[in-house]
């Protein structure tokens, strides 16, 4: 399994992998947007083909610039083999090259899976979000510094203060 940038050809695989994953699936044209914006980062694990995906939004918030994770997925059949956190270190990757500090996202609360992979990955909840989804659901919203962890090498980024949650949810 590789991890690459995604191309505009992936969007038939990505939907398909968006779609076996969520009770309310991003449609093709929501997806198909993200390659429309410069400052977004689509990565794509594959094996042969697409197995799972990435969607990062470099925004600024008070300043702080930052990975904004919008979607992650992984191929129900492909679960558990480390997809996932070879997306995210790949994430780990761009951002410590282009010296940002600071990944940022929103979970929701009852995806237990999901919270695990990002709690063995070092994110920490900062936010409860209360409906915070349009099925009034509640999130986390959870963020990694990229200096809390030893094992990359990188000083320690300089957070002043930290940004409002954004406001379309998923
Ligand atoms: C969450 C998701 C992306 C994880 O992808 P993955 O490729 O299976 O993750 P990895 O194999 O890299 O998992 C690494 C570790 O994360 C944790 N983890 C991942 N999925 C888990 C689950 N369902 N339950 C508990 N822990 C989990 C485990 O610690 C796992 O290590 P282990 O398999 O050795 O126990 C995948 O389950 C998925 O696509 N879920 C549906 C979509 C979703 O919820 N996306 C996140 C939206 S915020």
């Known amino acids: 399994m590789h991890v690459r940038l ?3 050809t992936d969007l038939p695989a990505i939907a398909a992998i968006e779609a076996a994953s969520f009770s309310h ?5 929501r997806l198909a947007a993200y390659f429309d914006h410069e400052g977004t980062v689509v990565l794509v694990a594959e094996e ?17 610039p930052m990975l904004h994770i ?3 997925a ?5 679960r558990r083999r480390g997809a996932a956190s070879a997306l995210l270190a790949e994430l780990i990757r761009i951002a410590a090259a ?6 940022r996202l929103e979970v929701r609360i009852t995806n237990e899976g999901a919270r695990r992979f990002y709690e063995r990955h070092g994110f920490r909840v900062i936010r409860h979000l209360r409906r915070y989804y349009e099925d009034g659901g509640a999130a986390f919203q959870m963020e990694f510094e990229l200096g809390a962890r030893p094992n990359l090498g990188l000083p320690a980024p300089t957070r002043t203060q930290r940004a409002s949650p954004r406001s379309s949810p998923r």
Do not use: K, M, N
Request: charge should be neutral; glycine fraction near 10%.
């Open 6 to 8: 995604g191309r505009r």
């Open 25 to 29: 699936p991003w449609p093709s044209a």
């Open 98 to 103: 282009e010296g940002i500090p600071l990944l």
């Open 74 to 78: 992984v191929a129900p059949p492909h």
């Open 70 to 72: 919008h979607d992650l």
């Open 48 to 64: 042969g083909s697409p197995t799972g995906f990435l969607v990062a939004c470099r925004e600024r918030a008070a300043d702080v």
